[in-house]
Every structure is written in C-alpha cells, then in structure tokens.
C-alpha cells in the first residue's frame, strides 16, 4: 500500500490517498467522515478501512471537509458535499474509473448528497446512518444541550454541537438534506447498520414491492465502543470495517489499469485575516511533515515569510485524539499564530490520527512515556533555542507539557489539567483506571488515608510515584525558570484544589518562573463550549505575546497580562 498525504485543490483540502503497492486501483472508494467529536473518535477506523480497501486492491481517500478539520479554507453552505466531490476528482486523477461513496454515521447524509450528484457515482455504502439530515440535526443539538450547554440558541448565533461549530446556514443545509429514494436504481447501495433493535434503516431505502431495485442490507457490530464513547476509551470496529471493505471489493470493478502517479503537494498557502497588515491580509502557510524515528505526523504553520530564527510552539491536544482540538480550536490557534509571526507545530502522538500502525481493537494510550518522547522530537523539529519555544496543551497535553525539559521551554499554558502524575504509565499501556481516581472501595479508602497524611508525606508519596500533587510536578519547570500558565474549568479546579493547588501557589511563589492561575467561573473540561476554548485561546496568544515581544513585529498588539501568582 502507498499513502500519499497532500493538499487538495492548491491547497484548500487536505487528503489521504491510498492505493495498492503497485500504485493501480480501477476503482476508488471516497470516505466521508462523520461531524463533529464522531470523527475524532472514528478517525483511526476510516483509516483502518483505508488500508483494508487497498488490501482488496480498492483505491481510497481520505479527506477533510473544507472548512473542518485541517482545510485550509472558509466553509460555506455547499463545503461538505463539494469536499467529497473534489475527492472522487482525486482519486479519478489517480486512475480510479469508477468511484464509490462511503458514509459513517453523520457522514452518510454527505455521502449520500455527493453520489447523487455525481452522474459517474457507481456505489453508496450509508454505514450507521442517521434517519435523516434533521434527524440527525435535533439528535446533535439535545446531545450538545444535555452533556455541555443548554443555552438557547439564537437565529443569529452560529450553532455548536459536540465537537463542531456550524453556521446557521450549514445547519440548515445539513438538516434538508434527504435520501433519494430512486439511489439503488443507479447503482449498487449498501444500508449497513448495527445489530438488534439499536439498527436504524432510513425510510427511503426500505424496499417496497414497487420498487425496480432495492438496496442492500447488512448488520454490523460494535458501533458503541467506537462513536458512542470518548476518544479514550473508543474501539475500532474491525469486524465492520473488514464488512464494508469486502461489501466495496465485491461490488467495484477488480480490473487492473495503468499506474497514474499522484501529484503529492506537501505545502498549502494561503492569507488570513489580520488587521495589522497593511490590506489586512497575512499570508501563512502550512506543511505537511513527519518528524522523528517513528515519523510522527504533523502539521507546521507559520507566516510565509518566516526564517528558522522565527519563535515557535508545540501544540497537544487532548485524550487519544489527532491534531485538531475540540471543535477544530488547534487548527485557528495555530494560525493566528502564524499571523503573529510565530511558527507552530501540531502533531499526532504515537496511536492518534496518522502516527503508529492502526489496527483493530487496539487500545489507546494516556499518560505514557511514548507521548513524552514524541513531545521530545516535537520540540527537537522546531531546533530553537530555549528563549524561542513554548509549548500549550490540553488535558493529557497540559500534562507532556509540564513534562517538558524546562532547559528547552520558556513557557508552558497548560489547558484543563486534571492529573498531576509524575512518573508515566508504563509503555504501550494505557493509564490504569484506579490510577486516575477510580470509584472502587480501595481507591476511597486509599483517598481518605491520603487525605489525612501530613503534606510532606504528601510530598513524598507523590515523589515517588504513588500519589498526585499540584507542586511535585509544577515545581520543576518553574525553577527552571519556565512561566507556566493553569487555564481550568470549574472541574478542574477542583482537582486541582483537592490535589494541594493552594499550598503549592504560596509554596512556589519564590520560583524563578512565573506561575499564573486563570479560572472560569463556568466551562468544560473539553472545550466543546465556546468560552471556554475562547478562553484557551487567549491565554495561548497572550503566553506567547509576553514571551517572544522581543523577536515579533514592534506593531503588534499586546493583550493585557493579569498580575502573575508569586
């Protein structure tokens, strides 16, 4: 199999194209992802498939929607459809005569949308799909509204799912969208949707005795454990994924044509919008690269114009999920960045988005030394000295960043901490469930003991490995002299309090470094609201605005710093 990572369009879509060894594929299959927090945690799945296409001598692309994801360009109403429809001229260009459309879940509406507008459309496969556009649509809005924010949304307010902002008008576009009954007349349709009662057949595929063709059906298995569940604990399917892929192989031409090489772009360019140029315009660009023995996939952004002298940071995003951030927030923050004249690095760690073989079943990793050595190659990419690098991260990436060798980091923002561990899980393991504050009675009765023992005792277990504190781990970066920003949610806070936070503020303020402690009175701790990412945001920019005001452009704004914890 050859994978070709490259830019779509002069860069507006980024894409995965898959094809056998040989390079020649008659017929291709386009994935088109689920919306929102379903495709981050589906992202390995689809690749798997990916690979599994090709094994049957299938071409296959992977892509993301212009305006999600890593696109490099706006959304509009027509992107997702348009996004899918640019794939098949990929894989077309690529030798692929006949095209077949694949949809996960939300995906599937997309899917759908695509192959009826395209006359050489010769398969559909709607794998889970929803009812309809508006089904799917109020499905998305209760499930925001119950787990995150019930806030009533206005006609004027952009609307925000689990893991996705969309405009009004996107939504609306998302919500009309209906299948077309006469589908399987055109070509051969696959419904595949899970076993039992939870399996949901779309009306318009549910054969009647009118009907000239029908489509076909097929129960598959496993579903929760990969889109009904956090990126942590998600499953790959592999049952499923080897259905569909041997439903494609079985349905799509296996004739042989000539090899016809895809063009790679490895770099897209493209302008931003920044009030300090002179036609408000900055232009940025962004690479793809691999980085490291274990060829860690990732994504550098800078303005255009940059130098290897330029400042740069590493961004880590949260959980087992791949570069973007909760709602695509990585992706923006990088580029306002780069508007700013600062390079950043986005990477996938080793068993997220493109890094490490994908296989299935496998399990995720959280808090483990591998991540902390890709943090490390993350940091050797960028090759600056210390006064020019920083580093911000979420969650299990607040975590690597505080891990960070201070003696390379000049500042730290670490985003939604919730654990204070020192010494890592062990490799190619994930962080036990009783070692992040599980339920079991000996895990209360381990938490009432500690709660009891003297804070040097604390101090002590916490050093050696068997207890989280707040200042064991903080403490190291700030006498080294790293600035290190805390931005949390109120759950987060608690954590932080329950972990010896107030002790270690007044126990660290003589560090070197500067310590500052931003709470929200409101907000997750996985960003899917828009304050609270609004609020990571900031602090990012302003961390690095105060950092690097030596090396940036003398006519950029500053924000305002808040009086610093010593």
Known sequence: MTVTDTWLADGAVLAAVHLPD???AAAGVVLCPPIGQEYVTSYRTLRLLAEKLTAHGLGAIRFDYPGYGDSAVEANDDSLVTGALLAATT???AGCGRIAYVGLASGALIASAAAVADPDAGGLVLWDPPASGRQWLRRARSLYSMTVDNTPITASRSMTIVGADLTSSTAARLAAIEYDRSTPSRMPVLVAVRGGDAGLIPAAFRATASDEAAAEFMAVDDHESMLDTSSITSRIPGSSVESVAGWCARTLPSTTPDAVAVAAVATARFSVTDPRAADGRVEIEELIVRIGPHRLFGIETRPASATGTAPGIVLHNGSAEHRIGAARYQVGLARELAARGIRVLRIDRRGTGESGPVSAGEH?????QEWLDDGDQALRYLDLPRERTGVAGMCVGAWIGLKSDPSLVRFVVAISPNDYRLAPAAPGMIAASADRGGSTQRARLTGWFKRRLPYAAMVALA????????????RRPLEA???TTLVMGPLDRSIFDERGGAIAVDRLR??????????RETGDHSLFAPEMRSAAVREVIRAAETAFAPFL???APTHAVPEPIR
């Open 22 to 24: 040989d390079g020649r």
């Open 91 to 93: 894989l077309r260009a």
């Open 364 to 368: 995720n990793m959280l808090f483990t």
């Open 463 to 474: 050093m050696g490995g068997r207890a989280q504190l707040v200042e064991p781990l903080l």
């Open 481 to 483: 002299g790293t600035d």
């Open 510 to 519: 003589a560090t070197t470094g500067i310590l500052r402690i931003v709470q």
């Open 553 to 555: 452009r003398t006519d």
